[in-house]
């Protein structure tokens, strides 16, 4: 069975750093793109970034871009995103999913705040 | 930059009517690349379509895309009670996601 488990939940400070991870089970990690997706308080969802399967590409939204990494460890079956510079803007739940000529698979999300 | 605009916003029906949700991009878009995705409340999104007419596995068949170019279409055939939910068009391009606004199918 497919699983994606993120971790990373927190209550951040405006200006903070925090570091989302996403455990992939159930499929062969290394052989899938893979990204995260934000989704604040009654919005549609936002895509933040994605990253090939040897992590050699990365593209980001223009909103994230400076500010938020992604990274991958193949070894780990894991997905990551360091997140710098956090605004009140970035509160949201955040998704790691899969990508398979669409996002075929979701973790359960992990909530951000960023609030003082 | 591709922006996805879905119409319309609440579409209120009742079980068993048709539901007919749309999907305009603002150039033209690769078919290939053009899915739908229904979210419940506290859930991920749960795709349904992909490559604008496919079924996503364990879709039930009410379930159906069309459409091409710039003008996209999911239609759900007979709602049925879990179908009350907000259906998200994604595209994919230049290895970049795009979301519409989403569409909420609420009940009459």
């Known amino acids: 069975e497919v699983q994606l488990v993120e971790s990373g939940r927190d209550l951040v400070q405006p200006g903070g750093s925090l570091r989302l991870s996403c455990k992939a089970s159930g499929f062969t990690f290394s052989s899938y793109w893979m990204g995260w997706v934000r989704q604040a308080p009654g919005k549609g969802p936002e895509w933040l970034a994605n990253?090939?399967?040897?992590?050699?590409?990365?593209f980001y939204v223009d909103s994230v871009k400076g500010r938020f990494t992604i990274s991958r460890d193949n070894a780990k079956s894991s997905l990551y995103l360091q997140m710098n510079s956090l605004g009140v803007e970035d509160t949201a739940v955040y998704y790691c999913?899969?990508?398979?000529?669409?996002?075929?698979?979701w973790g359960q999300g992990t909530r951000v705040t960023v609030s003082s | 930059e591709i922006v996805l605009t879905q119409s319309p916003g609440t579409l209120s029906l009742s079980p068993g009517e048709r539901a007919t949700l749309s999907c305009r991009a603002s150039?033209?878009?690769?078919?290939?690349?053009l899915a739908w995705y229904q979210q419940t409340p506290g859930q991920a999104p749960r795709v349904l379509i992909y490559g604008a007419s496919s079924r996503a596995p364990g879709v039930p068949d009410r379930f159906s895309g069309s459409g091409s170019g710039t003008d996209f279409t999911l239609t759900i055939s007979r709602l049925e009670p879990e179908d009350f939910a907000v259906y998200y068009c994604?595209?994919?391009?230049?290895?970049?996601?795009?979301f519409g606004q989403g569409t909420k199918v609420e009940i009459k």
């Open positions: 150039q033209s878009v690769s078919d290939n690349y």
């Open positions: 990253i090939n399967q040897e992590g050699s590409y990365k």
């Open positions: 999913a899969r990508w398979s000529l669409a996002l075929d698979y």
């Open positions: 994604q595209h994919y391009v230049n290895s970049r996601w795009t």
